[in-house]
């Protein structure tokens, strides 16, 4: 059986990790030049981080990850306002940047993968879709899997305009080398909030500084100088701010965008799927992308390797996976106020509880929260995904 994955992501790479060690043959096409290193700093815990461990990713995750031992919020001045020390129960957590994970699993994955390509058109048969891509190449393949983000090509040639949910903010990250400023943060990640306003940074190695910033904007559309509107929006808070917006970057090397979440009532039609953020985008609010990309891909393989019509592994896959993609983008939306709070009396309140779950035991109950749920997805259902990594 053939397969075109469109998005070398998370969730691409891992469909594609599993469907090759399932017999399949199979390709990925990427949007992107080349391979998308760095990225923000994500939690990466729960189901994800059991399929990474059935695929034999643990090692090299554990040697990618980053210390945090702190989550602490400061204010203009860097006196710190409230802080959760993470002590305890965090084995299974793992800081790491979003492309030291899709990095890691791109190296164990043995099919080929086209850069600075993605689909231009697509026509399904009883047998197969008929793909021409935008390097001018045809392809003849059994099944298409758009996983190619929030903005996927793949969904928009086989859905229509579907327009992901905006959330009222907008996100940007990049990362700097400072060896004095990454020493100076060290193994915390600190936040300044502003209502409306978040600016965190947390150090990498090698004497780097990573930044993210949330703001408010009610207005979906991207800036044309999106540099220029985080000096502008965060240049006057104090803290480390005015020196690293100094020396923020322009794109590509400044990553900006709305943050939103990706609702459908059908992730598939005939041959055609759609995998990770291109159906089921849950937002920076939930936090819980890479685990739900990675589960996501493991359920999606389950699927079709269980056998029977093709055509009917999508279906038994959404229903698989949609009530848990529900709950999480029902707790991203939930989330907003107290990540990016709007008002001073919510800063207040947030700091509070804070404080509270720094109590003894609260830094597990808060591990806890994040972890819970999800464990079932990834319950093979065909058999053949169980067991130990095949090489």
């Keep these: 059986m053939k397969v075109l994955i469109c998005g070398a992501g998370i969730a691409g790479l891992t469909l594609a990790w599993h469907l090759e060690r399932a017999g399949w043959e199979v390709e990925l096409v990427e949007r992107a030049a080349a391979f998308r290193d760095g990225g923000y700093m994500i939690d990466f815990y729960g189901p994800g981080y059991q399929v990474a461990e059935r695929m034999g990713l643990l090692p090299r995750l554990l040697e990618s990850r980053h210390l945090v031992d ?92 579907v327009l992901p949910r905006y959330l009222g903010h907008q996100v940007a990250a990049y990362i700097i080398e400072d060896e004095a400023l990454s020493r100076r943060i060290g193994t915390r990640y600190r936040m300044l909030t502003e209502p409306g306003l978040m600016a ?66 059908r992730w598939h039609q005939g041959r055609i799927v759609l995998l990770g953020d291109a159906c089921q985008a849950v937002s920076l609010f939930a936090g819980h992308g890479a685990t739900l990309a990675m589960a996501a891909a493991w359920v ?52 509070l509880l804070f404080r509270l779950a720094a109590l003894p035991g609260g830094d597990r109950l808060f591990v ?12 093979s259902r065909s058999g053949l995904l169980d067991g130990v990594r095949q090489d």
């Excluded at 947390?202 to 004497?207: D, I, K, M, V």
């Excluded at 220029?228 to 929006?233: E, H, P």
């Excluded at 949609?322 to 990540?339: T, Y």
């Design 300 to 351: 999606l393989a389950d699927e079709l390797a269980a056998g029977g019509d093709l055509s009917a592994a999508p279906a038994r896959y959404q229903r698989r996976m949609a009530p848990a993609i529900a709950d999480v983008q029902g707790f991203g939306r939930r989330f907003i106020q107290w990540m990016a709070p709007s008002s001073r009396w919510r800063i207040t309140v947030r700091d």
């Design 368 to 379: 806890n929260s994040l972890s819970a749920g999800g464990h079932n997805l990834i319950t």
């Design 70 to 161: 702190e989550l602490s919020y400061v204010d203009r001045d860097g006196r710190r306002t409230s802080r959760l020390t993470l002590t305890s129960g965090l084995e299974q957590v793992l800081s790491l940047l979003r492309g030291d994970l899709a990095r890691a699993i791109a190296d164990d994955v043995r099919a080929p993968i086209t850069y600075g390509a993605s689909v231009e058109s697509a026509e399904q048969s009883a047998h197969g879709v008929s793909l021409r891509l935008t390097d001018g190449t045809t392809r003849e393949v059994d099944l298409l899997v758009g996983a190619d983000g929030t903005h996927s090509r793949v969904r928009e040639l086989s859905f229509g305009d």
């Design 200 to 265: 965190g940074a947390y150090a990498l190695r090698g004497g780097r500084l990573a930044l993210l910033f949330l703001h408010r904007e009610p207005d979906p559309a991207l800036p044309a100088d999106p540099a220029a509107v985080l000096r502008r929006r965060f240049g006057d808070l104090g803290w480390i701010l005015p020196e690293v917006l100094s020396r923020c970057p322009d794109p590509p090397e400044l990553y900006y965008d709305q943050v939103t979440q990706v609702e459908m009532e």
